[in-house]
């Protein structure tokens, strides 16, 4: 049994010294030192069977060679799982001297970042900010604003017409931000400032300075003894404030059936300074802002008096100053999800 005790050590030994990693001692462990298969354990079952003082030799021997090999299963159990946690830190070790990689980050659309600024100026002559349902009803969109139906100020605006059930009142998607003027003067009356900025549709031949989809800004004022003088002053502080400097301008007289009188307010082309490019059709000027005094039918429909109240209303063509700020020769490319040039601005 000597001899047997000798030969389970140093096969243990063996196989405890050539074991790669953890769970493999634990089988070892097993192997040798399992209660019912063990081979230890086995060996051990047999000392009965000895004499007295085969026991007291074989005994000790056994015993001693249990606690040896315990120890360098511990031992070898502390060298893998010391080896494993270095391979581990080793493994998510980073390098400080390396370059950082930078993280893709969004960037705002040039429209968005000009109706924020455009916002802020606003807020700062005490206009609120307001929003509207981009699919409107036909009454918002041009009854209420002094357009009946049949009416060839309709023409105008070629408009996208949504189907409805028979008995429906027309949806469309609005041809422009005019109807919040009126959803604005029934829920606040007079007085009232307030700018409403969104995207409006029409049914276009796209090109480089018209898209189906693009944004405008709405504003309206609407006070007691409010005439074209208080129009001219806040469309000048404006474009200052987003130009940055003194932008040439002209107001020349147009139709429209929501103002009376109504103008159109053009600026100098900023893509060519005015000497006539695709932009501007050759022109030299950009029209940017329609704009005029409200008509009284209007006030009528937002249940203001027009008899004691006055206001003046623009539609600020947002995506054309876009185009003008950033010097964008193409209309399209602010609806393209080109990131490429999103990533510009």
């Not at 060679?65 to 980073?94: C, F, G, N, P, T």
């Not at 700062?124 to 002094?146: H, I, Q, R, T, W």
């Not at 605006?157 to 009126?182: A, C, M, N, W």
């Amino acid at each position: 049994m000597q001899k047997e005790l000798e030969q389970v050590k140093i096969k243990a030994e063996q196989m405890i010294a050539a074991a790669r990693d953890v769970s493999e001692l634990e089988k070892i462990e097993l192997e040798f030192f399992g209660r019912k298969e063990g081979t230890l354990n086995k060996i051990l079952k047999g000392l009965k069977d000895l004499s007295p003082a085969e026991k007291k030799v074989v005994g000790p021997l056994a015993n001693e060679i249990k606690s040896h090999l315990q120890q360098l299963l511990d031992e070898r159990k502390s060298v893998l799982e010391d080896e494993a946690l270095d391979a581990e830190i080793e493994k998510e070790k980073i390098d400080l001297t390396l370059p950082g990689k930078k993280k893709a980050l969004g960037s705002l659309n040039p429209s968005s970042l000009v109706q924020y600024e455009l916002e802020d100026i606003f807020r700062s002559l005490g206009f609120m900010v307001l929003d509207g349902p981009e699919l409107e009803s036909d009454y918002y969109n041009f009854e209420a604003l002094n357009i009946p139906e049949f009416h060839p100020a309709r023409d105008m605006q070629d408009t996208f017409y949504i189907k409805t059930k028979k008995g429906e009142s027309k949806q469309v998607l609005r041809t422009h931000t005019s109807p919040v003027q009126v959803r604005a003067m029934q829920k606040y009356g007079a007085p009232l400032r307030a700018i409403v900025p969104g995207r409006v549709f029409r049914y276009e031949a796209l090109d480089v300075s018209h898209d189906n989809n693009f944004y405008q800004l709405e504003g309206v004022m609407i006070e007691e003894n409010i005439s074209i003088t208080n129009l001219i002053a806040v469309m000048k502080t404006l474009l200052k404030g987003i130009f940055k400097k003194d932008v040439k301008v002209r107001l020349r007289p147009g139709f429209f059936p929501f103002v009376e009188p109504g103008f159109e307010l053009d600026i100098n082309c900023l893509i060519c300074g005015g000497r006539g490019c695709s932009v501007c059709k050759q022109s030299g000027w950009v029209e940017l802002l329609p704009c005029g005094m409200i008509h009284p039918n209007v006030l009528k429909a937002g249940n203001i008096d027009p008899e004691k109240y006055s206001g003046f209303a623009f539609g600020l063509g947002l995506t054309r100053m876009v185009m003008m700020r950033y010097g964008i020769d193409d209309i399209r490319l602010l609806n393209s999800g080109d990131l490429r040039f999103l990533k510009q601005f």
